[in-house]
């Protein structure tokens, strides 16, 4: 063999092993494409459902959210009314009360110092002027509540 058909034996040999090389990538890459396409055929199937199940949960919190507005609008409109009826009855019948809390502790005191005037126990009341001592004043002190004259 001459040296040109040891080189055409070489350049053949090696062409068939690049084919073979390049043969095995695309099968290899065939492969991929395949298991990729499954994936994601799998992974559609399952998000469409997930999504619908989404967009009923927005739904369904949009709804929630509308009646919880709703709710918080009566209720400030009953804060709003008790508020009024508070101050309206305050000033309805605030001032009255006052008045008739005061007249009657007005007529209690009055009826107390009318019974404290007429003596109970029969002794003679005791008079006390700052820096003098009068007669009918006792000395000695003080006299404790416990003992009796």
Known sequence: MSGGEV?????????????SFLALVLVR?????????????????????LLADASATVRSAHSQLA??????????????????????VSSAFGGPLVKVAAFGYGVRRAIGKKGADAPATGRAERTVVVGRTLPGARRGGRRNRRSKD
Request: no cysteine; aromatic share 4%.
């Open 7 to 19: 080189a055409g034996i070489l350049v053949a040999v090696f062409w068939a092993i690049l084919v």
């Open 29 to 49: 890459l065939a492969q991929t494409l395949k298991a990729t396409t499954k994936m994601v055929a799998e992974v559609s199937e399952q998000a469409v459902p």
């Open 67 to 88: 009646r919880v507005d709703a709710i918080a609008a009566d209720v400030q409109e009953v804060t709003a009314n008790a508020s009024a009826l508070s101050s309206t």
